[in-house]
């Protein structure tokens, strides 16, 4: 940390501010505020305590108090190329992935040797699916900081989604022989294929847990990835245990507040119901499928189907829609759901043009596209308010494996995750908005089946296409044969042929009792 960011403290507390910094390094929220403390009763308004107060409130999931340390941190040093980089991964844990791109572009303007803002940046750039740009900055970060192998595992990510499975396999490899306690390259690796893993992998990431250099982001990252492991060896009691163990390190920084969430989309649906004028012009958004629905319920193979039509461009997990709502929140001064009542048809229509006008390059090349960010679900009523024309395919998998197979993926940014009862207090918001919509709309929403499309496929691939006004092609069913860049946890599987026995919750038998019962079911066996 440079003297100049802690000009103003005295000793002891710079050093404690340094030792914020260290612990927030390592994901650390408590040892970070507790270090922290002295310094933000004594100065308050320093820049560089705001600035670690900002980190400690985004780890917390306190994304308004967040952005408003971290804006008046830049405001009182506006030429520190570090203070936007810290502002752009505030404004992105927050979801405004627009403003956080102009930080980190901004940051690496001020200072084009800061390795962490080319990293950032190729990290928001990923996740807005801008994926040649990531890669871009990715390699720019690489060539900064070589040792910088979160931005190496990432563009091993990007290989994946290529499906240039290999070369991923490879770097993955390489990184972990320089550093065997990187979670990400550990979890990327695990994440490829069945098989992937050895023996040996797993005594290694044994090790690479009770290594200190590990931050709380690595061990998280490579408890999934052993669980995983374990999975495949049969070992599921084990299995189990670490996935509570990396669940339970991510759920001490930030916890799911589901009643809070549960209330929001309650908001929601109600402001929806019966619904507004929407958008005036019938054909808006006549080029949009929007493929909803839980993680791990099916929506990227649905993708991959619909992509394989010779009229549909998969553009993956866009992050538009929830973009243009937040705009129009800014521009009101006041929340989504709030300022659903006051809104016009006129409102609608221009909030759907925007929406085609921010995704119009997935339009050149073929006449439709999908938008397959699954948790759009919860805007379903918005959807149909601005885009009237638009095709809305909900995905509907088994609740038990849905439920399961998310506890047991690593989904970042996914709390609701941690437990098995905040899991199913989030499946049943997903259940009843998603048979509300169902009921209310059923020319524009259609609940699609995992099981039976694995049951008997070319009846359920017909049953889509014609649901999305599409002619039945024969390439959807033969979806694995279809080349082009998959952007989603499940990249490698759409690429193989549908396996019936992909289940899993059978495998661990009485373990996962409890969550049966959060879901109504019985117990195993009986």
């Not at 690479?208 to 599921?236: C, N, P, Q, V």
């Not at 995750?417 to 048979?435: G, I, K, S």
């Not at 049951?455 to 017909?462: G, I, L, M, Q, T």
């Amino acid at each position: 940390m440079s003297a100049a960011r802690l000009e103003g403290l005295d000793n002891d507390v710079a050093r404690r501010v340094v030792g914020a910094a260290q612990a927030l390094g390592l994901g650390r929220a408590d040892q970070a505020e507790a270090q922290l403390a002295p310094a933000l009763a004594s100065h308050p308004d320093h820049p560089e305590v705001l600035r670690l107060r900002a980190g400690i409130l985004s780890l917390r999931g306190d994304h308004a108090g967040a952005r408003k340390a971290m804006e008046r941190a830049v405001e009182l040093r506006p030429m520190d190329a570090l203070y936007y980089n810290t502002l752009g991964t505030v404004l992105g844990t927050a979801g405004d992935f627009d403003s956080a791109i102009r930080a980190l572009h901004r940051a690496c303007e001020l200072q084009p040797d800061l390795s962490t803002g080319w990293y950032n940046l190729g990290v928001m750039l990923t996740r807005c699916v801008r994926n040649e740009e990531a890669a871009d900055a990715l390699m720019r970060a690489v060539g900064l900081a070589p040792d910088n192998m979160d931005a190496r595992a990432l563009l091993a990510d990007l290989l994946r989604m290529r499906g240039d499975i290999d070369a991923s396999t490879r770097e993955y490899r390489r990184i972990l022989s320089e550093r065997p306690w990187s979670g990400m390259a550990w979890w990327g690796l695990a994440d490829l294929r069945t098989g992937t893993l050895t023996r040996d992998d797993l005594e290694q990431m044994r090790a690479a847990l009770r290594d200190g250099r590990a931050s709380d982001d690595d061990r998280i990252a490579i408890g999934f990835a052993l669980a995983k492991g374990l999975d495949e060896s049969g070992r599921y009691g084990e299995s189990l245990e670490e996935l509570k163990r990396a669940n339970a390190i991510a759920r001490l920084r930030q916890r799911w507040n589901a009643q809070a969430f549960s209330a929001g989309i309650a908001a929601t649906n109600a402001a929806f119901n019966p619904p507004p004028p929407g958008a005036a012009t019938p054909d808006l958004g006549h080029a949009a499928i929007f493929i909803v629905g839980l993680p791990r319920s099916g929506t990227t193979l649905v993708e991959q189907i619909l992509a394989s039509h010779s009229q549909v461009e998969g553009a993956g997990e866009l992050l538009d829609l929830p973009q243009v709502l937040a705009e129009e929140s800014r521009r009101r001064g006041s929340p989504f759901p709030h300022w659903v009542a006051e809104a016009t048809s006129a409102d609608w229509e221009r909030l759907g043009a925007r929406y085609l006008e921010r995704t119009a390059r997935w339009s050149k090349r073929r006449a439709v596209f999908t938008d397959k960010l699954p948790n759009n679900w919860m805007y379903i009523g918005a959807i149909r308010a601005m885009l009237p024309a638009a095709h809305i395919v909900v995905c509907r998998r088994d609740p038990l494996e849905t439920c399961f197979s998310c506890y047991r993926q690593h989904l970042a940014g996914n709390e609701y995750t941690r437990t098995p009862e905040d899991l199913v207090a989030f499946w049943r918001d997903f259940d009843r908005t998603a048979e509300l919509w169902a009921r209310l709309d059923p020319k524009h929403v259609y609940q699609h089946s995992y099981e039976a499309l694995l049951a008997d496929p070319e009846p359920a691939v017909r049953k889509l296409l014609d649901f999305c006004g599409l002619d039945f092609e024969e390439a959807c069913v033969r979806f694995h044969e279809t080349v082009r860049e998959v952007r989603s946890p499940s990249a490698t599987q759409v690429r193989n042929p549908l396996e019936p026995g992909t289940a899993r919750a059978h495998q661990y038998g009485a373990l996962i009792d409890p969550l049966r019962t959060l879901l109504g079911l019985p117990p195993f066996g009986s």
